[in-house]
Structure formats: structure tokens, C-alpha cells
């Protein structure tokens, strides 16, 4: 019971190993004058990331591999389970390690890694990162400094029955959320929506909560955090967020059952008929559309950017991008490793095996990927206009409070005011304490 | 019995059928050859259960190290903060600890009730000779065999909104929400997976009463009812209360099916290893420490007060002058044999 909080090590006065790296950096910003920051070293090194499903790690890695072989990459797979991972990454971290090089970090982590310094600082001009779609690679800054390269985004599409929405004579999918509702009020009159309900995302209390709830403030305006970490929940614009989603469960337009809902239960849900509208990934859009019988409407959905309140709503972001561990070895290695991995080539062979959201503004547009992958177009919209979500290295603890907030929120156990007003309290503690 | 052939055999022969007399005291050879023959095993228990506890309580005066608000670095030492940890816990965390500990009580005494009354309903259907007994026993263990997290993960499909346990009772109840249906599925899978547990020591306790007791009782005319309250459960207890104390003691630092069933952070069945769990997955070694000292204590407590006033016979002695009284003639009437 106990060692499961015990330190492998003791941080106290343990010399840090990058130091080179961190006289380099200074204060935020600082880092173009004086030294850069030196990586060195060449032979093996490691790449770890979380369970790969596909298979299509270790090819990338054979084609890495047989280009180097004196600086062969190994892949270390971590379990499936995000926290899990984390908390890996974590310890390696800790112990200062050397077992670990190159890392695969959850988008949302980038903050906390980089200011435990437990990932080192990215020379930016060695990356193209012009060549990347801009809010992507917001997500691997910390401070205005590059911790992760982005390897793979994620962003949320509404998904749409466009059947249905013919047959109530509706041309376009809903871009607003009273939009939405007009239209789900349509659908609902034809005699095949019987017991349909209209709209639902991830609700259960968990990241996915923290997810739909940014989208929502987003959409209507507002931030749930500036850049500098400062929360700004309690405006008018996030309780307009947030009272989309709490008024949805009150009228029905989202299903009560939705609260329990993570992205395999809404995708059940609309896959099997009992929703007009679904918040999801893209790694839904082949499952949904395997014609196998597993799926009842695999023609007849198509994906839209997500509604907001005056217009087209925004995303967060997901995904995953690539850090080099601070107390790594052979970093010249794991540089030109990063370069490799995050290149467009492997992008497009990694997009040619299983669905995801490229970095590359180029692929997007790439007429074989979008036949493969019909909703690309949407998504780079749904990218376009999101907004990270909080970048602040206590992540963790901005999460649950949130999850614990909007969760209270939408199960009517408190109203959405006092619910922003407690969350603003909490996460201003929260940034002040610390 | 075998074991009277080694030493116990001539010693035992030698002594006189009169009143048992002390063991001779050990010399002070015997006695260091007896502490190496014991070192390995406290050397083990040193590096495992003693050094870990003492760290965690060294942990456990430590703060979190703050945000250099200039580099936007985290520092890098942790500062010492003495009790601070503690008296977060029962100062500003306070109303989290305390819904924490008594989810974690409320849960350890309704599951250890329930599986206890199952348990010992099981061991008694397994007792008895019938057809297919092999199968009825292997089949009722079948949950304990299966990992927690498996059966979280099972139970929360049949838990889902559109699962199982809904279509049976026909009701509409999202069980993973928060509120006491939350606490309710808790307690069922966690019922369903560790009575068979308590089923089976009580059942190898059950193989030990002699036939000829209960034979007696009958011809005394005692129903079944008399046999099970005045011969069954005093000569099960030994047994009953290791099993009831284990399960109390694993129930104290429940985690892994409220953490999987129902979710992380809900305010329902939020155990006290949760809490220290999710202290420690954001990295903060010393509250997480903290939590983790101050769930060993309760459980060290509650495990005293089980072997203080219940007697709990979980060292396999009833305390050194009793066992040599139980032990030795014994020992000479099969010798005598």
C-alpha cells in the first residue's frame, strides 16, 4: 500500500542534468539571446508512447532504423491508459532515468513536464513548424518556448444524420446550437426520429467533461484560461457556455443518460440510431461508417465544424506531441529522431492506417487522404478555430476542479452562476497557491 | 501424526505424565544461531514494510515545491513543512477527508456484513455432500479468481444506462452517477467478487468439526437451527474472524473498483486511497504521503482492535502459555499411542 508513494528517489539536492539547457532558456521569451541550448551525444536511443494499436509504430521506426543503424530506436509501449502513461513518464522523470528518450506526451501535459523540466527546450528553427497548422502547435508551448514537437492532433466534429436532416427539408448543417435545436425540433416530427434525442458529447466526470465543457465557453466567447494561466470562468460568456449545456439536459435536447456518456457511449448512441447530433473525434468516422452491419448509419452522416452561439462553435485540441526527456542520453539522436517522426511523410503513412488529424496544413487538402478520410476538410476548420486547453502546469488539479464544478452544473445539483463562481474561486486559488 | 517422530518425540517421552513444564531456556548459542537463522526474514521485512513506512512518514512532512513565477520553473526542492500536510487534511481538505473516510467505513461494513452472511450461507452449501459438489465449489469461486479490474470493468457494463441491471429491474438508473445507487453498485460487485472468499476459509473451517459432534447433538435433540448457533459458529469462528479480519483490512484501502465501476474524483465512493492516489498522481508526494499515513494508522487500529477484543486467532496462537498447554499433551498421548 505504501510504496505506491514513495519516490523512487529523493529529488533533494540531486544536480540537475540539464543544466547546459536551462542557462540556455532564462526567463520566458529570453531564449534567442546568448547560448543555445546544446544536444549531444549519438547511438541508440528509446521511443516510448502509449499502446499501439495499429502496428504502425514499429514500421515507422524500422524505416528510422534503416537509415541509422548505429542510432537505432527502440519503441517502449506504455499501456493504453492515459493516466497510466503519465504517471510512467512521470517516475522515469524522477529518478532521472536515462531509459526513456523520446516521449509521446498528451497535448495537456506539455505545461506540467516542461515546468518540472522533465522535458528539455526544442530548437524551433530546426522544425517546420510554419508548415503547421497554428493552434497545433500552440499546444506544445509552455511560455512561449517549444517543449513538443506536434506529431498528431485531435479536434471534435459534429457528427450528423444527413438523412434525416433531408427528409425535414434542413440544406445545411446547424452552425449555432439555437440552430441545432430548430433543427432537432424538425427531425423530431418525422415518424422514423421516433425516441431519437438530439445532441450529445463526452459528460461523464472525466477529462472528456473538461473537453466539452472548454468547447462550450469557447463557443460563446469566452476563455476558461488566458495565456498566462489567469481563469476568467466567471463572465458572461462562460455562463452562456455553460448554459448550453446545462439548459440541454434540462429540455431533453441531450439525454439524461449522456451524463454517463464517454466517446465509445455516445459513439454506440449515434451508431445505433438514438441520436441526431454527436460531438466526437475523427477516429469515430471509419468505425461509424464500417458497413459490416455493426453501425446503422454508416451512409448516412457526414461531419460539420461544431456549433457555437453566434456561429461556428471551436474545438479543443487532443492529440499527442513529441518531447525529449531531460535526463535522456545521445539528445543529438533523439533531435533528428523527432524530425523524422513528425515528418510529413510519416504523417501521411501513419494517416493511411488509421484516422487522425495531421499537423501538416498540406495534408488536409491531399485528394487521396480525403477520399480515404472525408471529413479532413471539416476538421481543419474545427483546428482552426480552437483554443488549447488550459496551459498551466497544475493541469491535474484545473481538470478536477472544473470536472467537479460543471459536473455539479449539469446534474442540477447546483446552478451554473455559483457553480462559475466557485470554479473561478478554486482555480484562483489554485494559480496563486502555487 | 508424522511431525511427533523429530525432536518433540524423545523430549516428550522423557517427560512424566504430570503437569507440562517450561522448555528449557535457550543458551545464549542457540540463540544467536537462532537470530541468523531469522535475520533473512527481518533483513526482508526491514527493506519492505519497515523502511517504506518510515519514508512515507519522512514523505509525509514535505510540501509540494512551488511555481518560480520568474522562469516558470518548478523548484526543485520540496520544502520542509512539518504537520502542514496533516492539518490540510483535517483543516482546509477537511470536508473531502472526512466524506472519504466515511465512504471508505460505510463500505468496509456494509461489504464485510453482507459477504460475511453470503460467505457463510456458501461454505455451508458447499459443505454438505451432494451431486456435483466439485462443480458448485469451483463455480462459487469463480468471481474471486477474476482481478478487481476485470470486474469492474464487467460490472460497469452491466451497470450501464443501458445495461443489464436495468433491463432486469426495469428501472432507468444511470448507477454511475453521483448519489447512494453509486455506493449500491459498489457494494454489490464488491459482494459478488469476495464473499466466495470468506465462503472458503469458512469452508476449510467447516471440514475440521468431527461428524461425531453434531451426532451427539442430535441424539440431545437439537434442531438444525441449535446445531448451526451453539456448535457450528463457535468452532467456525477462528477461522470466520481471520476471514473478517482480512476482508476488513482489504476493504479499509479499497481503490480499484469504486476507481474503475464508478470513476475517479466522485464524491460518492471516493475512498481514502483514492485520495492519496490522486495526490500522488499530481505529483504531490508529501499530502499523498500524509493521506497514506494516515490510512495505515486506521487500519493498523482496526486490525488491533479486531485481535484485542474479538481474538482473532491470526498468529496461529492463542498467546505462548496456552499453546503449550494445547500443544504438549497432545503431543504425549500420540507418543503414547
Known amino acids: 500500500m505504501k510504496s505506491r508513494t514513495i519516490r523512487a528517489l529523493q529529488s533533494g539536492g540531486a544536480a540537475f542534468v ?36 495499429s502496428g504502425s509504430v514499429q514500421e515507422m521506426l524500422d524505416r528510422w532504423n534503416e537509415r541509422h543503424p548505429s542510432e537505432k530506436v527502440t519503441f517502449v509501449q506504455l499501456p493504453t491508459d492515459p493516466d497510466a502513461q503519465r504517471q510512467q513518464m512521470i ?30 527546450r526544442l530548437p524551433e528553427d530546426r522544425y517546420p513548424l510554419s508548415q503547421m497548422l497554428k493552434p497545433i502547435v500552440e499546444t506544445g508551448k509552455y511560455r512561449g518556448g517549444l517543449y513538443a514537437l506536434p506529431f498528431s492532433s485531435d479536434g471534435g466534429m459534429l457528427y450528423y444524420r444527413t438523412d434525416l436532416l433531408k427528409k425535414a427539408r434542413i440544406g445545411q448543417p446547424p452552425a449555432t446550437w439555437a440552430e441545432m ?33 472548454a468547447e462550450a465557453v469557447n463557443s460563446a466567447g469566452g476563455v476558461v484560461t488566458d495565456a498566462k494561466g489567469t481563469p476568467h470562468v466567471e463572465t458572461p460568456q462562460a455562463k452562456r457556455g455553460l448554459d448550453f449545456l446545462v439548459n440541454s439536459f434540462k429540455d431533453g435536447t441531450i439525454p439524461k443518460d449522456a451524463v454517463t456518456y464517454q466517446e465509445e457511449d455516445g459513439r454506440r448512441a449515434f451508431q445505433t440510431g438514438k441520436l441526431i447530433f454527436l460531438r466526437n473525434w475523427p477516429y469515430a468516422y471509419p468505425l461509424m461508417a464500417k458497413k459490416d452491419g455493426s453501425s446503422k448509419v454508416a451512409d448516412r452522416f457526414r461531419t460539420a465544424p461544431l456549433p457555437g452561439l453566434d456561429g461556428p462553435g471551436a474545438s479543443s485540441l487532443g492529440g499527442h506531441n513529441l518531447a525529449l526527456s531531460a535526463s535522456a542520453e545521445n539528445k543529438a539522436t533523439a533531435i533528428d529522431f523527432m524530425k523524422f517522426l513528425s515528418s510529413q511523410e510519416i504523417q501521411r503513412f501513419t494517416l493511411s492506417r488509421a484516422p487522425g488529424a495531421p499537423t501538416y496544413e498540406a ?21 482552426l478555430h480552437a483554443v488549447p486547453r488550459p496551459r498551466v502546469f497544475q493541469y491535474g488539479d484545473v481538470t478536477a476542479a472544473i470536472q467537479q464544478q460543471v459536473y455539479a452544473a449539469i446534474t442540477g445539483s447546483t446552478s451554473s452562476a455559483q457553480a462559475l463562481k466557485d470554479l473561478q474561486q478554486t482555480l484562483r486559488q489554485q494559480s496563486a497557491g502555487e | 501424526m508424522v511431525t511427533t517422530q523429530n525432536q518433540a518425540a524423545p523430549r516428550a517421552l522423557a517427560l512424566p505424565a504430570k503437569p507440562p513444564r517450561r522448555r528449557p531456556r535457550a543458551t545464549s548459542g542457540t540463540g544467536r544461531l537462532a537470530a541468523l537463522l531469522v535475520s533473512p526474514t527481518l533483513l526482508v521485512l526491514v527493506v519492505v514494510v519497515l523502511y517504506p513506512t518510515l519514508v512515507a512518514l519522512k514523505d509525509s512532512l514535505y510540501g509540494t515545491p512551488g511555481l518560480n513565477p520568474k522562469t516558470g520553473f518548478v523548484n526543485d526542492t520540496d520544502p520542509f513543512v512539518g504537520l502542514q500536510n496533516y492539518g490540510a487534511i483535517f483543516g482546509a481538505a477537511g470536508a473531502r477527508f472526512w466524506n472519504a473516510f466515511w465512504n471508505t467505513t460505510f463500505l468496509t461494513v456494509t461489504t464485510v456484513a453482507l459477504e460475511t ?26 468471481p474471486w479468481a477474476i482481478p478487481t479490474a476485470v470486474s469492474g470493468l464487467l460490472w460497469r457494463w452491466i ?44 469452508l476449510a473451517g467447516l471440514q475440521v468439526i468431527s461428524k461425531e459432534v453434531y451426532e451427539a447433538a442430535r441424539i440431545d435433540g437439537a434442531g438444525a437451527l441449535r446445531q448451526f448457533w451453539n456448535i457450528t459458529l463457535p468452532l467456525v469462528k477462528p477461522a470466520l474472524l481471520v476471514a473478517v479480519l482480512f476482508r476488513t483490512l482489504d476493504a479499509l484501502r479499497m481503490f480499484d473498483l469504486p476507481y474503475i465501476l464508478i470513476g475517479a474524483k466522485k464524491t460518492s465512493v471516493e475512498t481514502l486511497s483514492m485520495l492519496a492516489q490522486d495526490q500522488a498522481a499530481n505529483v504531490r508526494f508529501g499530502p499523498a504521503a500524509a493521506y ?14 479486531f485481535v484485542r477484543l474479538l481474538g482473532a486467532d491470526v498468529l496461529g496462537d492463542d498467546g505462548p502459555a496456552r499453546t503449550r498447554r494445547w500443544w504438549l499433551p497432545r503431543r504425549r498421548t500420540e507418543v503414547a499411542a
Not at chain 1, 487521396?368 to 481543419?380: D, S
Not at chain 2, 453470503?118 to 455432500?129: N, Q, S, T, Y
Not at chain 2, 451432494?130 to 463455480?139: D, H, K, N, T
Not at chain 2, 453509486?182 to 459478488?192: C, E, F
Open chain 1, 18 to 53: 540539464g543544466l547546459a539547457a536551462l542557462a540556455a532558456c532564462g526567463p520566458a521569451g529570453a531564449a534567442k539571446a546568448g547560448g543555445r541550448p546544446t544536444f549531444e551525444g549519438r547511438g541508440p536511443i528509446t521511443y516510448v508512447a502509449g499502446k499501439d494499436a
Open chain 1, 91 to 120: 517516475q522515469n522523470a524522477q529518478t532521472k532515468s536515462d531509459a526513456y528518450t523520446v516521449l509521446a506526451l498528451d497535448a495537456v501535459w506539455t505545461s506540467e513536464f516542461a515546468a518540472h523540466r522533465w522535458i528539455d
Open chain 1, 181 to 213: 435545436k430548430a433543427d432537432c425540433a424538425k427531425v423530431k416530427k418525422l415518424p422514423e426520429a421516433r425516441g431519437m434525442s438530439c445532441y450529445a458529447g463526452q459528460f461523464q466526470k472525466y477529462e472528456g467533461l473538461t473537453v466539452n465543457f
Open chain 1, 363 to 383: 495534408l488536409y487538402k491531399d485528394p487521396k487522404l480525403i477520399k480515404q478520410y472525408p471529413y479532413l476538410p471539416t476538421l481543419k476548420q474545427s483546428i
Open chain 2, 117 to 142: 452472511v453470503i460467505g457463510i450461507a456458501m461454505a455451508l452449501i458447499m459443505h454438505r455432500a451432494f451431486q456435483g459438489r466439485a462443480l458448485v465449489r469451483a463455480s462459487i469461486l469463480v
Open chain 2, 159 to 202: 451497470f450501464n444506462s443501458n445495461g443489464v441491471a436495468n433491463a432486469l429491474t426495469g428501472q432507468h438508473i444511470l448507477w454511475t452517477t453521483e448519489g447512494f445507487h453509486a455506493k449500491l453498485a459498489v457494494i454489490i460487485a464488491d459482494v459478488w467478487k469476495t464473499a466466495p472468499f470468506i465462503g472458503l476459509l469458512v
Open chain 2, 292 to 305: 497514506a499515513v494516515i490510512l495505515f494508522v486506521y487500519v493498523f487500529l482496526i486490525a488491533l482492535a
